[in-house]
């Protein structure tokens, strides 16, 4: 068996699991929007109960994750669409039938994937943004409170 058929072999699962990644990644990705959103809050009423190193840990908490995903989803969602497209085309070269039928269904199921990998990265990239642009907001308050 040759490198491109164990290769085919693994891509004719499609896109389903990559479906099934970015459901978790789409729901880690709102429980830390929720969850910073309520931290910033509470942050932002005790300010001045924070040291410089603290404050800034506290704020940056977890971002790194909602960047990740923002990058990287919309290529995971890609690599969805790859390999339904792969299977779709696989099923029509393999089957008795012919027709647009049969490669537009595969195809629009692949879609799903670049859908759903856009989904779980516009929130993701939005709420990066929020916070950061929040984190800067509360540290120049800070900074502004200590320094007088």
């Known amino acids: 068996m040759s490198l491109t058929e164990i290769i085919l072999k693994l891509s ?3 896109g389903d699991p990559v ?17 910073r959103f309520m931290a910033y809050k509470f942050i932002e009423k005790n300010l001045d109960k ?4 603290e404050l800034r840990m506290q704020l940056e908490k977890r971002l790194g994750i909602l ?9 995971i969602g890609l690599f ?4 339904g497209v792969i299977k779709a085309f ?14 537009m269904t595969g195809i629009s199921e692949a879609l799903v ?3 759903m990998g856009l989904f779980v990265a516009i929130p993701a990239v ?3 943004n929020y916070f950061v642009r929040k984190m800067r907001f509360l540290i120049m308050i800070y900074e502004d409170k200590k320094g007088k």
């Open 126 to 128: 939005i709420g990066y």
């Open 19 to 35: 479906l099934y990644i970015l459901l978790v990644m789409s729901i880690i990705t709102i429980a830390i929007i929720v969850e």
């Open 80 to 83: 969805g669409t790859v390999l």
């Open 50 to 53: 924070y040291e410089p190193l």
């Open 12 to 14: 004719l699962v499609g």
């Open 67 to 75: 960047a990740t995903f923002g990058n990287n989803a919309p290529f």
């Open 90 to 103: 696989h099923h029509l070269g393999t089957s008795s039938e012919f027709g647009v039928r049969v490669v």
């Open 113 to 115: 994937a670049t859908a």
